[in-house]
């Protein structure tokens, strides 16, 4: 299958907290991928594909810290999975990012390095 993501996308061990549009409840997420149009990312939330959401991330930048950075996404897929060692339901899905270059420009300046770092 060819793959239909036209940015790359880097590895990350992060967590996020993500929010329907409009809605001031969130729910926290594990990122495993980061790119400039969008995320990998796992949690107990159900969101379907279409949604629009607030994501906040926390990204590492030392080892003694880390910096939020927002940005606005639309949920591009879902896949349900129960895990045998628990209880939860837990989904992963795919977040894109269709304007993150002018929505947070640090965000995007950030994830530009990662590509330089995995070059």
Known sequence: MKEARSSK?????????????????????????L?????????????????KIHV??????????????SV??????????EDVDQAEIEYAFGIEFKQMETQNPRLYDYVRCLGEFFL
């Open 9 to 33: 996308r880097f590895p990350i061990a992060s967590v996020a907290s993500i929010s329907a549009q409009g809605l001031h409840e969130s729910s926290e997420v594990q990122v495993r991928d």
């Open 35 to 51: 790119s400039i149009q969008g995320m990998g990312c796992s949690g107990t939330q159900a969101y379907e594909k279409g949604d």
């Open 56 to 69: 906040t991330l926390k990204l590492p930048t030392t080892p003694e810290g880390a910096c939020e950075e």
């Open 72 to 81: 606005i996404g639309e949920i591009a897929w879902v896949e349900k999975f």
